[in-house]
């Protein structure tokens, strides 16, 4: 059996069942055993960063990593971007790299370069499996590492003759002959319990009487742990945030509507207020995305004394049960809702007349069906949503966790081939939508049901606020032709047909209701260009 | 006056002219000077691959650095692949990497990522501009490294604080105080003088009656060395190639038609054959791209003994003259010429009749314009290319220097910006295609004179290669589909017109070559989906 198989059964058998990919002839032997494993999906992508962003997409619906599968050094670099976002995210995520033959390196051959330096910025762990014989201990603990507490991305570099040599059979005893059947080796992450002196500090703090303020991320973000933050709110009166791009989120009708941090630090300190306590639950303190002259960087109110309920490699749903318990908050978390945030958010009508960033918001909460998986990369036409979408149909929301853009249309792919029976909806920037518009043909490809609404301003909108808020000079037109996208404008319809995705657009409010809608109840992929301008 | 503005008038001032950007916040007070430096063009690309592949293409055609801009590690992620296609060409380049401000680092906002690891395996020269007091001096040396001998990829960081901070006029110096009118500071190349020892051995063994083979590659590539050394050849016998990827090579009618080595080592094994010394000028020993099972890495023959005239360096067209004096090569370049290759090869007819790889290589033959410039990654469409070009009318040929595909288009571009006067011609394989394809954008956007022929096979043809050379058992359907583009086809035309180029489909030899006849009649950018199924 060669090398690529015994990884691509040890993968299989340990949980791994999606490979977002794009070989070249370094991988070629992994593509020749796909057949041979068919409780692996190998899923092509036309370009490395909607592999890796579908990766991230899968992961984050599943709490398992997907594989990748790239082409050397080049082929990394071109999936670092949304690598970085699932790092920033918190993913489990196996990225196989391919290379040149463990023998072959010293030539220097036209594709050789410096995987590891590459790599290792966006890896949690790394490892270049050296010999055949290894291969299956590799590969497992490169799941291990990806499923450790906190998650991440686990990159395996595989070189080509160790994917094309014969292995022992008996070295991959236990790890993988079994086959997919079997129980997986490798378990879910493992999160610490709480820590009940961190748990007793965090009591009395909040319970002080002094203003205070809770910050959920990561794993929190569920509705258990936003349920039990509600009701620790209701008891204590501390206020309820989220970080502001979780990997994550759950939302909408029936979970408690916590709002998130701001993008900008101003709008952050408005929300925090003075507080005297901040504690963090699977969270880190806030921090300005940029510096800005005569601008904080660090978002934590002078004075404001900060403590970590749980890090990432704690359960943090469980750290905020256990404080909802010691605090004796017990409320029925609806009835805490109540007390918190008065009576639950309505789903809006849908909106008619202009399209502007107040119709559109209304328009996704409106028509939003149950069960979807929100990908929201609309940056500022965006702004609006969080209101708009409290109060409709129970959702996920996955949120530019790195903030490198280029990140939603590869998600809402990997999500959906994690999730066959839930409506995925791509809120996608005409900007962002550029960097990985490939994700479309793979869309179309795997037939996904991914609704993708480009969100058509003509411009790099946050740029133009940005040029402004550095205190940059307004910039003549040379300056501010450098974040205009109109001249041309891109034909996202005809651009999306292209690539084998339907696509329609909408000029009015009406227009983008009636094309969701359709969407919906059709299955595979679907775009609709809003016309914002 | 702002450290931006101090950078933009030293880089003008030492002759860097063109900026290929994608900028993000980071990055708007580099932006914002623009207006204040109108010697410096800057070109705005929705993918920061444009934005390097064109740098590369740009320097290729100058001998002139341009430079980049790009948003903090991500952005420069997405321009490694044709960074590294830029080392491997050995071109001058500037990548100017924005990134937070130097006291707001340690805040580990999101966009927060080692640069310095990211940036090393593509970069010759590297240096993160710590203060405001030394971006002259940084920006200086930056273009003095890129072109340095032999040229290469200078990446220089610039911290947001470091942009926006006032710079001390006097810091600025005679590196750009004077404006864009004096000469430059920074010199082109200094390439060493050929070594006459070295000179000496060569002639002795290459005049030693047994067979030879001299490589040329790099800057030996024009037409004054191309001369060169068809004079040596007339005069010893010795055989004559190019590298197999050249930065940029002068081809077509008037110069001597020397071949490249192969892609695959069977082919190159061939081209050498029983050698018994092989001299390297400004070129590297031969070598397989790949490993494969049972074949060699290293395709020097056996028992030949490798001799290097000149490497990257040093002068290699000098070497090359040098050579042919002291071996008293008094031919003229013309009759030494039709000694080694026989009659000049001829212009081939315009074709008819069906498009395949024959008609489309003779189709390009035929109707290249004068003066053209060809950036080919046509891939195995391309096979028939070189006999087909080499009675075309003069022209410059940009390779895939560093097997990093997706170079083509954005590489197109870069020429057209540096060479507003000579018509380009893109040769793009469909897969290939698709990686950068945004470059089309920002054809339209400049109305540069590009000429796109897609060569769409619906397949990555070079990989249905790889997988029976590997030594991979043919695989599966699952396998095959893997190395499918056909499921959906790409509309190209459709694909195309939506960025703002103009676009037609061909099916046929004669739709090939009116399509190109047209679109060489006209300004700005057109498309051809060459129809190769």
Same mark, same amino acid.
Do not use: N
């Given at each position: 059996m060669k090398g690529a198989e015994v990884l691509l059964r040890v993968l299989a058998r340990n949980g791994v069942h999606a490979c977002f990919m794009n070989p070249g002839t370094s991988e070629m032997h992994f593509v020749s055993v796909l057949d041979a494993v068919p409780e692996m999906r190998p899923v092509l992508a036309l370009f490395e960063g909607v592999a890796t962003g579908a990766a991230d997409g899968y992961g984050r619906m599943t709490g398992r990593p997907a594989a990748t599968l790239l082409h050397l050094g080049p082929g990394l670099a071109n999936g670092i971007a949304n690598l970085h976002n699932a790092r920033r995210a918190g993913t489990p995520l196996v990225n196989v790299v391919g290379d040149h033959a463990t023998y072959?390196?010293?030539?220097?051959?036209?594709?050789?370069?410096?995987?590891?330096?590459?790599?290792?910025?966006?890896?949690? +762990?790394?490892?270049?499996?050296?010999?055949?014989?290894?291969? /299956?201990?590799?590969?497992?603990?490169?799941?291990?590492?990806? $499923?450790?507490?906190?998650?991440?991305?686990?990159?395996?570099?595989?070189? /080509?003759? *160790?994917? +094309?040599?014969?292995?022992?059979?008996?070295?991959?005893?236990?790890?993988?002959?079994?086959?997919? /059947?079997?129980? =997986?080796?490798?378990?879910?992450?493992?999160?610490?319990?709480?820590?009940?002196?961190?748990?007793?500090? *965090?009591?009395?703090?909040?319970?002080?009487?002094? !203003?205070?303020?809770?910050?959920?991320?990561? $794993?929190?973000? @569920?509705?258990?742990?936003?349920?039990?933050?509600?009701?620790?709110?209701?008891?204590? @009166?501390?206020? #309820?945030?989220?970080?502001?791009?979780?990997?994550?989120?759950?939302?909408?009708?029936?979970?408690?509507?916590?709002?998130? $941090?701001?993008?900008?630090?101003e709008f952050v300190q408005a929300q925090l207020g003075?507080?005297?306590?901040? *504690?963090?639950?699977?969270?880190?303190? !806030?921090?300005?995305?940029?510096?800005?002259?005569?601008?904080?960087?660090?978002?934590? !109110?002078?004075?404001?004394?900060?403590?970590?309920?749980?890090?990432?490699?704690?359960?943090? =749903? =469980?750290? #905020?049960?256990?404080?909802?318990?010691l605090l004796g908050a017990d409320a029925s978390?609806?009835?805490?809702?109540?007390? *918190?945030?008065?009576? !639950?958010p309505a789903r809006p009508d849908p909106p008619s007349g202009p399209l502007n960033p107040h119709s559109f918001a209304a328009a996704i909460g409106a028509v939003l069906p149950e069960n979807a998986v929100i990908s929201d990369e609309a940056i500022t036409s965006g702004f609006l949503l969080p209101g708009a979408t409290a109060g409709a149909a129970r959702h996920d929301l996955l949120t530019l966790s790195g903030n490198a853009i280029g990140q939603g249309l590869p998600l809402a792919t990997g999500a959906a081939v994690a999730c066959p029976d839930r409506p995925v909806l791509a809120l996608e920037a005409d900007g962002s939508a550029m960097y990985t518009i490939q994700a479309l043909w793979t869309q179309a490809r795997e037939g996904l049901d991914v609704t993708t609404v480009i969100l058509d301003n003509g411009s790099y909108g946050i740029l133009n606020i940005e040029l402004g808020r550095v205190g940059a000079e307004a910039g003549g037109p040379v300056a501010r032709s450098m974040l205009d996208l109109s001249h041309p404008l891109t034909d996202f319809v005809a651009l999306s047909e292209s690539m084998g995705v339907p696509a329609t657009r909408a000029h009015t409010a009406e227009d983008l209701t009636e094309a969701l809608r359709r969407s919906f109840a059709e299955d595979g992929p679907h775009l609709v260009q809003a016309i914002l301008r």
């Open positions: 072959h390196k010293r030539f220097d051959a036209p594709l050789e370069s410096d995987i590891a330096s590459l790599a290792r910025p966006v890896s949690g +762990w790394y490892r270049s499996t050296g010999r055949t014989a290894t291969i /299956a201990r590799d590969a497992e603990e490169a799941v291990r590492a990806a $499923l450790g507490a906190p998650a991440c991305v686990a990159t395996l570099v595989l070189p /080509a003759d *160790v994917s +094309w040599l014969d292995a022992d059979p008996a070295s991959i005893g236990a790890r993988g002959g079994a086959g997919a /059947a079997g129980p =997986a080796a490798v378990p879910g992450t493992q999160l610490a319990p709480p820590d009940e002196a961190r748990l007793a500090a *965090v009591a009395r703090a909040i319970d002080s009487g002094a !203003p205070a303020a809770i910050v959920l991320g990561g $794993l929190s973000l @569920g509705e258990r742990g936003i349920a039990a933050a509600t009701r620790v709110a209701a008891r204590t @009166g501390a206020k #309820l945030f989220a970080e502001p791009f979780p990997g994550r989120m759950e939302r909408g009708a029936g979970v408690p509507p916590i709002e998130r $941090l701001g993008y900008f630090g003075d507080i005297a306590h901040l *504690v963090l639950v699977g969270a880190r303190a !806030p921090v300005s995305p940029f510096a800005y002259p005569d601008k904080p960087s660090d978002l934590v !109110p002078r004075g404001c004394e900060v403590r970590v309920l749980a890090g990432p490699s704690e359960d943090s =749903a =469980a750290a #905020l049960e256990a404080l909802a318990d978390a609806k009835a805490a809702a109540e007390e *918190v945030f008065g009576s !639950p």
